[in-house]
């Protein structure tokens, strides 16, 4: 069975600071990787999704991830952030060939004036 | 790009009665559908995938009499929740992969349930 862990419940930052938002996952097989965003009251949005090919991918809203397959991380990054980007993220794992997502606890972002 | 809708986007009801929940593919076909249940500040939790043309399959530990999902054509699905209590107040959201993607879901917007 798969699993996703997001070690951060909250992370405060700075505007226009960089913030990395951190993600793990275990699966016995070969995996797609998402983040999405969820903002107040509302439903998610896919912020990048890693499915094949080059280790870094880029996403909407200036993010980025990077899988790392040895870690079995795909952590989160933004290298300025900005008010707009206080939400909730969170990371995703779907198996090949299995259509179901498991989601980690989400991360909150809050980001300082 | 491929868009999900729900309805309605909150419902309050009083304990006892039941309510259902619109889920719609509105430019692609699904074929699948997943509802989830989100209890504030906590992750989504896949609650059953619904199918089209056959019964849903419901995720351990929950109630399929209590939350009747039906799926009857490639662009609709609903969740009903039957005897509805204050425990049963939660963000209710569906999602739907692109028929013939592997990998992309698209989510609803979510319906806030609030039993009364």
């Known amino acids: 069975a798969q699993s996703v862990t997001q070690l951060d419940s909250q992370v405060p930052v700075f505007e226009e600071a960089p913030v990395e938002l951190r993600c793990n996952y275990s699966s016995s097989v070969s995996v797609y990787l998402f983040w999405y965003v969820q903002y107040p009251n509302q439903g998610l949005q896919l912020l990048l999704k890693y499915l094949s090919g080059s280790t870094l991918v880029k996403g909407i809203n200036g993010f980025e991830a990077e899988f790392n397959k040895s870690q079995t991380s795909f952590h989160l990054r933004k290298p300025s952030v900005h008010i707009s980007d206080t939400a909730e993220y969170f990371c995703?794992?779907?198996?090949?060939?299995?259509?179901?997502?498991?989601f980690g606890t989400g991360t909150r972002l809050t980001i300082i004036p | 790009g491929a868009v999900v809708s729900q309805h309605p986007s909150r419902v309050i009801c009083k304990s006892g009665t039941s309510v259902k929940i619109e889920c719609r593919s509105l430019d692609f076909q699904a074929t699948t559908m997943f509802w989830y249940r989100q209890f504030p500040k906590q992750s989504l939790m896949l609650m059953a995938t619904s199918n089209e043309g056959s019964k849903a399959t419901y995720e351990q530990g929950v109630e399929k009499d209590k939350f009747l999902i039906n799926h009857a054509s490639l662009t609709l699905s609903t969740l009903t929740v039957t005897s509805a209590h204050p425990e049963d107040s939660s963000f209710y959201i569906c999602?739907?992969?692109?028929?013939?993607?592997?990998?992309?879901?698209?989510f609803g917007p979510g319906t806030r349930l609030t039993v009364t």
């Open positions: 999602s739907a992969p692109r028929t013939g993607s592997t990998y992309e879901q698209y």
């Open positions: 995703a794992v779907k198996d090949f060939g299995n259509e179901k997502l498991t």
